[in-house]
T-cell receptor, first 113, second 114 residues
């Protein structure tokens, strides 16, 4: 089955700096890669996603890049703000196999004011 | 209005007891899920139902039995609770029929087995 690894497990940045989280996946058939943000005491919330036919996608301060050959994808947050502090999860799935998302282990991001 | 709501939010119980967690979504979605998040924050899918039909059933002990009375509800019943069942359980939903993989999660049920 699919295996998703996520690094780093914790990330501390100064407000205004950029944050980058990297994930690798094992199943080359995976074609959908979402990122979820989980705030304390809440459920994960989708912040951005990318499909395998696209190399990069941007939404305001967040962007995701995908390298299918290397089976890597990354989340980039620019101009970080204290409200960006949360746990971020990457995930991967094979669309044709239903919506069985395999999540990475999570990255706890702390943005210091 | 809460899109995906699950009850209770906290559940503290003794080993060996039977308990249920309820989940309801008002988004009109056709697919619902149960995920387990352990103490290290690792999220793993347990079950998925599409239009009341079981689609995904991961390697979960058969003490866990999901029940979907209709498209808007997916409950989780757990028999003979064990210490290792302590975790946060998340319900989620999505609209598969439109090819939309976006999951909407509930706020979780923190289960503590003593």
């Amino acid at each position: 089955g699919e295996n998703v690894e996520q690094h780093p497990s914790t990330l501390s940045v100064q407000e205004g700096d950029s944050a980058v989280i990297k994930c690798t996946y094992s199943d080359s058939a995976s074609n959908y890669f979402p990122w979820y943000k989980q705030e304390l005491g809440k459920g994960p919330q989708l912040i951005i996603d990318i499909r395998s036919n696209v190399g990069e996608k941007k939404d305001q301060r967040i962007a995701v890049t995908l390298n299918k050959t290397a089976k890597h994808f990354s989340l980039h947050i620019t101009e970080t703000q204290p409200e960006d502090s949360a746990v971020y999860f990457c995930a991967a799935s094979i669309r044709a196999a239903g919506n069985k998302l395999t999540f990475g282990g999570g990255t706890r991001v702390l943005v210091k004011p | 209005d809460t899109a995906v709501s699950q009850t209770p939010k906290y559940l503290v119980t003794q080993m060996g007891n039977d308990k249920s967690i309820k989940c309801e979504q008002n988004l009109g979605h056709d697919t619902m899920y149960w995920y387990k998040q352990d103490s290290k924050k690792f999220l793993k899918i347990m079950f998925s139902y599409n239009n009341k039909e079981l689609i995904i059933n991961e390697t979960v002990p058969n003490r866990f039995s999901p029940k979907s009375p209709d498209k808007a509800h997916l409950n989780l019943h757990i028999n003979s609770l064990e210490l290792g069942d302590s975790a946060v359980y998340f319900c989620a939903s999505s609209q598969e029929a439109r090819g939309n993989e976006k999951l909407f999660f509930g706020s979780g049920t923190q289960l503590s087995v003593l």
